[in-house]
């Protein structure tokens, strides 16, 4: 898909540059846009250091795990299908809680280990039960604490409040995820299969 | 009310973390500078991973951008999107953020630098590239996971996710911003 996408910006870019005789501005734009994609980066790499650093501080000390617990509740409501003291519960908890320090990379391999325990829950082996649509409902959503590279973007553009984007980012993706959680719960009961 | 509370949130929540955390973790006897600098080393690999992929996309952005296309295209679906106070400028990120991550982050940079971080319309991006994930890859990366090829409605589930997290970023940053 993404690669369509790539390929239909160029394309649609330069004939229409052809069309208008912009092909001078072309040139420089290309160039411009990849010297200032590095410079960006470069600007990204001081605050995701620190942050991944801390997060990492975050994982050791057992803060992943402390908000895990906290989460143990709501799983039972929004997880019917899935036995309390089953292992899936016990990854999908953890990968909530690293996506919600925004630990991406902790987060996907404990999904992939949650979404294979629910596997061994599901009765049509090719077919998604339930339980995977909501959790993959509320992972595409995604609660996230500190939206740390959309920060680094805005410094790196010079903003001087980089920052204040925290709080309506997490209002936003509260709202988001209940749209998701409620969407899943509608849909299921649509699309029947009654399946695990 | 409601905006003191969530300014606050964005105000401390940076330097409350990098005290709490630490401490903590000092308390549960963790190294903490070491285990700080094993994180911050992928932490600085992954900024460096992403170099590549910034450069494909805001080269294609960028040629979109220059050649004028991309004000055909914003004209054509201004009248739309204002319906619900989104500015046109932003239709192409939200219709981004659900294929691919590295072609949001193209966009909410090309948008920062368009606009200034500090606009309604950056400010705006901002928010809507921090509050959901890229949905098509989270579900092709689970299910393909688990060798799942019906996926039921896990995709128009993440899908309504999407679109109501990008309602809510133009409300709120209408709330507070503007």
């Not at chain 2, 953020?97 to 090309?110: E, F, Q, R, W």
């Amino acid at each position: 898909m993404i690669n369509y996408i790539w390929l239909a910006l160029i394309v649609i870019g330069i004939l229409t540059a052809l069309l208008q005789g912009k092909t001078d501005l072309v040139t420089t734009a290309a160039f411009d846009a990849a010297n200032s994609a590095v410079e960006l980066s470069i600007g990204l790499v001081g605050i995701m250091t620190l942050w991944l650093g801390l997060m990492k501080l975050a994982e050791a000390s057992g803060i992943v795990r402390f908000i895990g617990r906290l989460l143990k509740p709501i799983m039972k409501r929004l997880f019917p299908q899935v036995p309390e003291d089953h292992p899936a519960m016990g990854s999908m908890v953890m990968n909530m809680a690293a996506n919600l320090l925004g630990l991406g990379n902790a987060a996907t391999p404990l999904g992939i280990k949650a979404m294979k325990e629910l596997q061994e829950l599901n009765e049509e082996k090719d077919t998604a039960s339930n339980a995977m649509c909501m959790f993959l409902a509320i992972n595409t959503a995604s609660v996230t604490l500190v939206s740390t590279s959309v920060i680094a973007f805005r410094k790196a553009a010079g903003s001087v409040a980089p920052a204040e984007i925290i709080g309506p980012t997490i209002i936003a993706s509260v709202i988001g995820t209940a749209v998701g959680i409620i969407a899943a719960k509608i849909l299921e009961k649509i699309s029947g299969k009654g399946g695990r | 009310m409601f905006e003191r509370v969530v300014n606050l949130i964005s105000a401390y929540a940076i330097p409350v973390l990098i005290l709490v955390i630490p401490l903590y973790a000092a308390l549960k006897k963790v190294k903490v500078y070491e285990v700080f600098c094993e994180g911050a080393v992928d932490g600085f690999h992954t900024a460096v991973r992403i170099i590549p992929f910034l450069v494909a996309m805001l080269v294609a952005i960028g040629i979109f951008r220059a050649s004028g296309a991309m004000d055909i295209l914003v004209k054509f679906f201004s009248p739309l999107t204002r319906l619900f106070g989104m500015p046109g400028e932003l239709l192409p990120l939200a219709l981004m953020k659900s294929l691919s991550g590295s072609g949001a982050n193209g966009l909410l940079t090309d948008a920062l630098k368009t606009y200034g971080p500090d606009s309604l319309i950056g400010r705006m991006a901002s928010i809507m590239a921090g509050s959901s994930e890229t949905t098509f890859y989270v579900i092709a990366v689970y299910f393909g996971a688990v060798g799942v090829r019906k996926t039921r409605h896990a995709v128009p589930a993440g899908l309504i996710a999407d679109v109501a997290g990008i309602l809510a970023a133009v409300w709120i940053a209408h709330l507070m911003f503007s």
